[in-house]
């Protein structure tokens, strides 16, 4: 994080004002813009669950917290959190069933993925909706504008492959520059 950091103080440094950040989830990645409203991507967020879940989850947990997940883009705060809560209530004997491992003390999750992909709604459910939380900040729900734009770059250097490094970060910068 410490890059982060260091990024947005240059930035600062040379006259930029953050008002808001979208980001992609990278844990801790919110400290750094502690003190603006962070938006976390739904599409990143989406990712992250479909991580866990897979397209098709096996389990009537997992079919029903993907189908809450798929309803993120098009709900707001109140309702995702209501449906989320009773999603645990239902499901949550089944995310804290617990598996001994034969000759020993330890234990696991029987169901860690259905569990992980719950625990990655409820930790970033605080910046998911910033965006309708401060319409007047106009702030996008996802990363695609930026996305984007890297996309580009990144054709562009790659067009020039071979290039020694110091060389590489010349184009990147000048690129950057232009924008």
Known sequence: MAHY???RKICEDRGWTFTAAVIDGRRGLATVFKDIPVQICHFHQMKTVTKYLMRKPETDAGKALRSIMLTLPRTDEATFTNVLTAWEKQYRAFITEKTLVLGTKHWYYTH??????????VTNLPHLFTYQRHPELNIPNTTNTIDG?????????????????DRRFKVIAELLNRS
Do not use: C, I, P, W
């Open 5 to 7: 950091h260091y990024g």
């Open 112 to 121: 860690k993925n259905v569990r992980s992909a719950y625990r990655s709604l």
């Open 149 to 165: 734009y890297f996309s580009g770059v990144k054709k562009k250097v790659a067009a020039h492959h071979g290039l020694r490094k």
